[in-house]
C-alpha cells in the first residue's frame, strides 16, 4: 500500500512548496530512524502539515492534482512499447514551456516519480 503515497523526500519538497491539503497518512520521523507511514487514529479531515513534525503523505493523484489547480503545471506519464519491452516516459505542460524527458525508464511507477520530482524543480525556479 506504501507505494500509493510519494516518497517521503518528495511530500517534504511539497510541504516546502505550501502543499497542505489533507492526506489520509502522514510520514513519521524520528531522529535516527527512516520516515514511515502511519495511518493512526485518522481524523475524518484527514492529516494536515505541520511547520515542525508531521509531513502528510499525499497519493500521487493528489500530488499532481495540487500542481495542476495551484500551479496550471500538468505532469503526464506516457507509454510505449519498442525492442520488445514496455518503455515509459512524461511530459510537462506549463504557462512558460513545454518539458519532454529524452530517458526511458522500464515502469509506469518510474516514469511517475521522476514526473513527480520534474515538476518539484520546475516550480521551485518559478
Given at each position: 500500500?506504501n507505494?500509493?503515497?510519494?516518497?517521503y523526500?518528495q511530500?517534504l519538497?511539497?510541504?516546502?512548496?505550501?502543499?497542505?491539503?489533507?492526506c489520509?497518512c502522514y510520514?513519521?520521523?524520528?531522529q535516527g530512524?527512516?520516515?514511515?507511514i502511519?495511518?493512526?487514529?485518522?481524523q475524518?479531515?484527514?492529516?494536515?502539515?505541520y511547520?515542525?513534525?508531521n509531513t502528510v503523505?499525499?497519493l500521487?493523484?493528489?500530488?499532481?492534482?495540487w500542481?495542476r489547480?495551484?500551479y496550471?503545471?500538468?505532469?503526464?506519464?506516457?507509454?510505449g512499447?519498442?525492442d520488445?519491452?514496455n518503455i515509459?516516459?512524461?511530459v510537462?505542460?506549463?504557462n512558460?514551456?513545454?518539458?519532454y524527458?529524452?530517458?526511458?525508464?522500464s515502469?509506469y511507477?518510474?516514469?511517475?516519480l521522476?514526473?513527480?520530482k520534474k515538476?518539484?524543480?520546475?516550480?521551485?525556479?518559478?
Amino acid at each position: 500500500m506504501n507505494k500509493e503515497f510519494i516518497p517521503y523526500e518528495q511530500a517534504l519538497a511539497l510541504k516546502e512548496l505550501g502543499f497542505d491539503e489533507p492526506c489520509f497518512c502522514y510520514w513519521y520521523t524520528r531522529q535516527g530512524s527512516f520516515p514511515s507511514i502511519r495511518t493512526k487514529d485518522i481524523q475524518f479531515n484527514g492529516w494536515k502539515n505541520y511547520p515542525d513534525s508531521n509531513t502528510v503523505a499525499p497519493l500521487y493523484q493528489q500530488a499532481f492534482r495540487w500542481f495542476r489547480q495551484k500551479y496550471n503545471i500538468f505532469g503526464l506519464v506516457e507509454g510505449g512499447y519498442a525492442d520488445g519491452k514496455n518503455i515509459f516516459t512524461y511530459v510537462i505542460w506549463n504557462n512558460f514551456k513545454d518539458d519532454y524527458c529524452d530517458d526511458y525508464v522500464s515502469t509506469y511507477e518510474e516514469a511517475e516519480l521522476e514526473c513527480l520530482k520534474k515538476l518539484i524543480e520546475v516550480t521551485k525556479t518559478k
